[in-house]
């Protein structure tokens, strides 16, 4: 059983085109996340969401926006896309709480062209 | 500011030599400090948390908060520890952020 999926697994667009991401998992967790990696493999917290609510937002440009329809889902939305945007996005879930381990999905190679 | 720092990209041994991979922090509380590793086509995973004070898969890390280090050891390096190697540090916010290093490349050859 996956524990923490993302679709699509790869995504290539054009410059200004609109594209989401799906996360769903099935642990049963309160908390999802949605983390960056640059081409530098560096990886950066973009958003959290605890029972469908936001709780961490990064300084991340208003043209990312997460939307959690339930606690088992977190999207992200992303309009008006830049080449800047290439690269992988990592959806993960943990429990609610201080040190709790944090389970993530397979990323989404982003590619903007 | 809170700050986590893997000052090595790349780590290179050989099959059975001992590893060392570096963790430096920067936080003013009693951080959370985890180590995960990215193996070849997989996901992101848990290696090892401090606060269990557990081996893993041969690796071992101690916190020592008077050089805000938290480095990753194992006696005798196997190929298949070869993987990208992330410290990270989560806060006192309750919030689950966790604040990553850059992450280094583990390879060990045969």
């Known amino acids: 059983d996956t524990a923490v999926s993302q679709t699509p697994k790869y995504l290539v667009t054009q410059m200004g085109n609109d594209k989401s991401i799906k996360c769903e998992q099935n642990?049963?967790?309160?908390?999802m996340y949605w983390y960056k990696q640059d081409s530098k493999k560096f990886l950066k917290i973009m958003f959290s969401?605890?029972?469908?609510?936001?709780?961490i937002n990064e300084t991340v440009p208003n043209r990312f926006s997460p939307k959690s329809p339930d606690k088992a889902h977190l999207n992200l939305h992303i309009n008006s896309l830049e080449l800047g945007d290439s690269a992988v996005y990592f959806c993960?879930?943990?429990?609610?709480?201080?040190?709790?381990?944090?389970?993530f999905g397979p990323g989404t190679r982003l590619l903007v062209l | 500011a809170q700050r986590v720092t893997q000052p090595e990209k790349l780590l290179s041994v050989f099959k059975g030599a001992p590893v060392e991979l570096k963790c430096n922090y920067s936080?003013?509380?009693?951080?959370?400090l985890f180590w995960y590793v990215q193996y070849s086509r997989q996901r992101l995973q848990l290696l090892l948390r401090?606060?269990s004070r557990e081996s893993i898969k041969g690796f071992t890390a101690d916190l020592n908060k008077g050089e805000t280090s938290f480095h990753l050891k194992k006696p005798f390096a196997q190929e298949e520890d070869s993987a990208m190697y992330y410290c990270?540090?989560?806060?006192?916010?309750?919030?689950?952020?966790?604040?990553f290093g850059q992450g280094t490349t583990l390879q060990v050859k045969p």
């Open positions: 993960a879930s943990s429990r609610q709480g201080l040190a709790e381990t944090q389970y």
């Open positions: 642990l049963g967790h309160d908390t």
């Open positions: 969401y605890n029972n469908k609510e936001l709780i």
């Open positions: 936080y003013s509380g009693s951080p959370e």
């Open positions: 401090h606060i």
């Open positions: 990270a540090l989560s806060g006192s916010s309750n919030t689950g952020k966790l604040i």
